[in-house]
Nanobody, 123 residues
Framework: QVQLVESGGGSVQAGGSLRLSCAAS????????MGWFRQAPGKEREGVAH???????RYADSVKGRFTISQDNTKNTLYLQLNSLKPEDTAMYYC?????????????????WGQGTQVTVSS
């Protein structure tokens, strides 16, 4: 059974930092597109940071230069380092794992989600 468990969220002041973790079980991380999404109340879920098929990292413009995504395959854990946090970063952050299509290695449109970890940034 695939399970993704996020942790590391909390409440911080603007300019502070947090490190989110996503412990994955039931999957091999290298066979999945791993990434982070977030959703604020009343807003759509948006992609924040992802690791593509070549191991390169990609970020939403709103977090570029402030957030860093990384993956430890030996621990099967995904991380998101959040620095220079802003109030607008306040959201529920979700870890996602989407299977790579065997024929081209691209990410499928559906996959697995964790339950999320709340990040709250005060001004």
């Amino acid at each position: 059974q695939v399970q993704l468990v996020e942790s590391g969220g909390g409440s911080v002041q603007a300019g502070g930092s947090l490190r989110l973790s996503c412990a994955a079980s039931g999957i091999t991380g290298s066979s999945y597109c791993m990434g982070w999404f977030r959703q604020a109340p009343g807003k759509e879920r948006e992609g924040v940071a992802h690791i593509d098929r070549d191991g390169r990292t990609r970020y939403a413009d709103s977090v570029k230069g402030r957030f860093t995504i990384s993956q430890d395959n030996t621990k099967n854990t995904l991380y998101l380092q959040l620095n220079s946090l802003k109030p607008e970063d306040t959201a529920m952050y979700y870890c996602a794992a989407r299977p790579r299509r065997p024929y081209d290695g691209t990410c499928s449109s559906s996959g697995y989600w964790g339950q999320g970890t709340q990040v709250t940034v005060s001004s």
